[in-house]
């Protein structure tokens, strides 16, 4: 067994990057599509003339959305399969510019290079995601702002999941061992041996991590399925039950 911290990550990221990103559309996928989008876009606005950096960019969904959208961006993933991807799907009048590099350490961005940050689904990827998150503060111009989604963390726990009846009808969600913070496999992909790795940890380490490295928390988001995108796509009714993302809106001060 591989040690399980940030480099056994990132390997099973370049393991898995083509088929993750596969059924991606520009929107990303289904999820970013109906849940995470429409809400980072809200507290993105607006970004025409931003200097903006993407941590953990991947397949660069986000940071093509963000360029069509005025800001100026750069990009960085750890994993260099996700920025093959990345660069064949950008057309070069995007200007976007893509890097190579931990979000734990980005020696290639001087201090207070960016207006906004946005990190989609990433730090809890990231086994010294404290280093990760004094680093954003360390990017970003006074006054700029660090947004980054994760997994609910009181809801995806170890043994999280839904608890099921003998047909397989879905009961309730079932939470466990919520304090228990660390690495974790995820169960996705189903049908690989290998499968991705996150590190878990409680509401509570998030915000207080936040805090320590001196960014004001503003706000927090869960996001739900609209009306109209519950129209296009029922299933997602299953998410007013219980969510599965959690947003951090955060500002440097000084
Ligand atoms: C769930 S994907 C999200 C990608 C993209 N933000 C999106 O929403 O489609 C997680 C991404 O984070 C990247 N990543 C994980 N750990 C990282 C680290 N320490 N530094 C930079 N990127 C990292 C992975 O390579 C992967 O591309």
Not at 17 to 39: C, H, I, M, Q, W
Not at 93 to 118: C, P, W
Request: charged residues 25%; aromatic residues 10%.
């Amino acid at each position: 067994m591989n040690k399980w911290d940030t480099e056994e990550a990132i390997r099973r990221w370049d393991m898995h990057a083509g088929n993750f990103t596969a059924k991606y559309t520009e929107e990303g996928d289904r999820s970013r599509e109906v849940l995470l989008n429409p809400a980072l876009q809200a507290c993105m606005r607006p970004l025409g003339g931003k200097k903006v950096l993407d941590a953990g960019c991947g397949e660069g969904y986000l940071s093509r959305k963000m360029a069509r959208a005025g800001a100026l961006v750069e990009a960085v993933d750890y994993s260099t399969e996700m920025l093959r991807l990345a660069k064949e799907r950008t057309p070069s009048a995007l200007g976007i510019t893509y890097h190579h590099g931990n979000l734990e350490k980005l020696e290639m961005f001087g201090d207070q290079s960016f207006d906004l940050i946005v990190s989609n689904m990433v730090i809890q990827d990231l086994a010294h995601y404290e280093q990760a998150i004094a680093e954003m503060q360390r990017l970003l111009v006074p006054g700029g702002r660090f947004i980054f989604s994760i997994l609910h963390p009181c809801f995806q726990t170890p043994q999280s999941g839904w608890v099921k009846d003998d047909t397989g009808k879905k009961l309730y969600w079932k939470v466990d061992q919520y304090f228990n913070e660390g690495p974790l496999e995820q169960a996705i992909p189903y049908d690989q041996e290998e499968k991705f790795l996150y590190f878990h940890r409680t509401l509570s380490s998030y915000v207080q991590t936040i805090i320590e490295a001196g960014l004001l928390l503003e706000g927090m988001i869960e996001p739900k399925p609209s009306a109209e995108m519950l129209e296009k796509y029922p299933h997602f009714h299953e998410d007013l039950n219980v969510t599965n993302f959690l947003i951090f809106t955060t500002r440097r001060l000084g």
